[in-house]
């Protein structure tokens, strides 16, 4: 796959997304299958979710580095997903893929997910809150 498609992918997975009120998508490509996204997306509710990525499309769909972090609309950390290697002391099966929730201190373990996947999981927060 070239890395266009890939940028065209998740510039679709956004705008279909129905909770989606706007966003900025930056993408670089580096080579013809390596690239790097970087987003904002604001929701409906005002909350927003950052995105950044550094991504191989050449066999198969590699992150090399992924970050989704997702910010109420007060600017308080409701969850991220990220594979920075920062959280090694905490012996996570899934290192360095982890998911803070609520705050720096409360780290899970975590696969990493999808655009999709978070997409999903932000538009079932905002439907499910008074």
Request: glycine residues 2%; hydrophobic residues 35%.
């Amino acid at each position: 796959m070239q890395i266009e498609l890939y940028f065209q992918q998740i510039q679709e997975t956004i705008s279909n997304c129905p909770v989606v009120e706007s966003f900025d998508l930056k993408t670089e490509k580096r080579d013809v299958s390596i690239g790097f996204v970087r987003a904002e997306i604001q929701f409906r509710d005002f909350s927003v979710l950052a995105i950044r990525e550094f991504v191989s499309v050449e066999t198969s769909l590699d992150r090399d580095m992924y970050s989704y972090q997702y910010m109420s609309a007060e600017n308080q950390l409701i969850f991220r997903y990220d594979n920075t290697g920062h959280h090694k002391k905490l012996n996570l099966p899934t290192y360095p893929n982890h998911k803070p929730e609520g705050s720096e201190e409360n780290v899970i373990a975590s696969l990493a997910p999808t655009l999709s996947e978070v997409l999903d999981e932000i538009t079932e927060l905002i439907r499910s809150s008074p």
